[in-house]
């Protein structure tokens, strides 16, 4: 049965590629006989304006389609940022149990990460969070994980540079550069 409903799908698709090219080819053909009947210096006018056309609407679609993730990008950044400091100021502290990292204003933050964040952020996140739950301190499997977020995050907003070294990323974010 599934072979049969895979068959028909094919099938119905490409009778409607044929059929959307078909109209295509007419469409031209109405165009082009459109402009047939025009002068000369008219007819080339037209198709200069035609092509003007079509490029500025390539033009100013490309650029709204750019716009965007702009917006996306910068709450990626911001979130990213906040979860950054917060784990950080737990690393610092090094006293972060349980109680400390279930406070509200990191749920709020896990649940922006939830909506924002790529999947290799959220799992190394789920990782430092499930590590920092099983340590009474944040010790050195949290602050490897710790480096590995950081690394991930500069990956997912465009900064992935792969010759930095990760001790001097968290060095610097804990403020500890020397």
Do not use: C
């Amino acid at each position: 049965m599934k072979s049969f409903s895979t068959f028909f799908g094919i099938i119905f698709g490409l009778a409607l590629v044929v059929t959307f090219l078909t109209g295509a080819y007419f469409l031209f053909e109405y165009v082009a006989s459109l402009f047939g009947t025009l002068e000369p210096q008219l007819k080339s006018m037209a198709i200069i304006a035609t092509i003007v056309a079509l490029f500025s609407s390539a033009i100013i679609a490309s650029g709204l389609k750019a716009g965007s993730p702009n917006n996306v990008s910068t709450e990626k950044e911001n979130l990213y940022q906040q979860l950054l400091v917060h784990w950080s100021e737990l690393l610092k502290s090094a006293s972060g149990g349980e109680g400390r990292v279930a406070d509200g204003e990191l749920i709020g933050l896990e649940q922006r990460l939830a909506l924002h964040g790529s999947p290799k952020v959220i799992a190394v996140y789920i990782n430092l969070r499930k590590s920092a739950g099983q340590e009474a301190k944040l010790g050195d499997e949290s602050r490897e994980l710790l480096k590995k977020l950081l690394v991930e995050m500069r990956a997912d907003i465009g900064r992935a540079d792969f010759n930095l070294n990760k001790n001097v990323l968290l060095d610097l974010m804990l403020g500890r550069a020397e």
